[in-house]
């Protein structure tokens, strides 16, 4: 019997190497804790002739912060998320409810990012982490602006 509820170990997030059309996607396996951060903001439509303030829908906000498991081997993963915070480095993610490659039907949220926040944590106790934190940017792909999306693989 198939369970119907998706645990996050059983998650992935993905950057791409290759083109938007044709991605090749690279598993970020050493993520431990992975939350996606959608909102929206609101616009005041409030008038004289109601003694509410309304709200209408305006533009939709994102973030993703992970955290990855440091460990002193070489990690080309590890060495993607650094250049994207110490370069400036854009990046199309993918954030999914499946792991271990993408297939068909995986669904989440894909956008080009830029890492605004890189931090280390290193707990008496635990092992060495280091947190990052992605924000979608403004990506124009060979005159095509891409968005962020709800994504489902096909």
Not at 72 to 78: I, P
């Amino acid at each position: 019997m198939a369970r119907d509820t998706v645990v996050g170990k059983e998650a992935g997030a993905y950057y791409n190497t290759a083109s938007y059309a044709t991605p090749t996607w690279v598993e970020i396996t050493k993520a431990i804790d992975v939350s996606v951060n959608l909102g929206k903001n609101t616009a005041t439509v409030a008038s004289r002739d109601v003694d509410w303030e309304l709200a209408a829908p305006a533009l939709k906000t994102a973030s993703v912060d992970i955290g990855y498991l440091h460990t002193n081997v070489a990690d080309t993963v590890f060495d993607a998320l650094l250049s994207m915070y110490i370069n400036d480095d854009v990046k199309d993610m993918f954030i999914s409810d499946a792991s271990g490659g993408v297939s068909t039907g995986d669904q989440g949220l894909r956008a080009h990012f830029i890492c605004t926040d890189m931090s280390q944590e290193q707990a008496l106790q635990d092992s060495v982490e280091y947190s990052f934190s992605f924000q979608p940017t403004r990506f124009n792909d060979s005159g095509t602006l891409r968005v962020p999306e709800w994504f489902e693989a096909s």
